[in-house]
């Protein structure tokens, strides 16, 4: 009987947090998309007799990077995660004209490739034998690399190449013998207009476009 309590409230990894700085790689899987405010152009046509609707929806992602982990105090800790996220937001144009005058829906995805550099703080509890869980939260500025900026094509929707997102979340630490393990739900709100106007009823039908994420979230550490 005793051997079993010493077994249960053994601690792996016991001196973890004695090491300032720590290193990981995590991987997330995010369900995201716009949200999407109309424009005044969009409001008028909706008392026409047969308006189009236009609506974001949630599509799955994927992404992926390494971790800078620098304790600050006994319970907070510094968080540089930078790493690569793909992406692909779709809005849905329901009864939109066709090019051969039938109304049907139209479904516009666009895709992103983002170098992301999240900067985030995290409050840690007491650990408790082998768990322990925390708070996340700071801000992320990324880049698009498949951004259509200075593609002025005219016929599609186009967005911004720079993003800057507040970021938060709350997760668990798990230690095992030989590496620590922390599944996290993070939120991510866009806060700059990633919306370019041009001049087509895709893009007139939109007043601001900005970047969503709920993600799932596994760190090894």
Do not use: C, W
Not at 67 to 91: H, K, S
Not at 131 to 153: C, H, Q, T
């Amino acid at each position: 009987m005793a051997s079993a309590q010493k077994k249960i409230s053994q601690q792996n990894k016991a001196n973890y947090d004695d090491k300032r700085v720590h290193y990981g790689f995590y991987l997330a899987l995010p369900l995201t998309k716009f949200n999407l405010e109309h424009s005044q152009e969009y409001v008028n046509q909706l008392d026409s007799g047969s308006p189009m609707t236009v609506n974001a929806r949630s599509t799955p992602g994927f992404y992926t990077g390494l971790v800078l982990n620098v304790g600050l105090a006994q319970y907070l800790d510094f968080r540089f995660v930078p790493g690569v996220g793909f992406y692909g937001r779709t809005i849905e144009y329901a009864n939109a004209t066709q090019d051969d005058g039938t109304r049907g829906t139209n479904n516009v995805t666009i895709s992103s490739t983002m170098v992301e550099l999240p900067f985030l703080l995290k409050y840690k509890s007491k650990r408790r034998t082998n768990y322990r869980m925390y708070f996340v939260g700071g801000v992320k500025p990324g880049i698009d690399l498949n951004s259509e900026k200075d593609n002025a094509s005219g016929d599609g929707l186009r967005t911004e190449k720079f993003d800057l997102a507040l970021e938060y979340g709350v997760g668990v630490d798990i230690f095992y013998p030989f590496f620590k393990f922390a599944p996290e739900l993070r939120f991510s709100h866009g806060l700059l207009n990633q919306h370019i106007r041009d001049n087509n009823v895709y893009s007139r039908s939109i007043q601001r476009l900005t970047n969503h994420n709920i993600s799932l979230i596994l760190f090894f550490e």
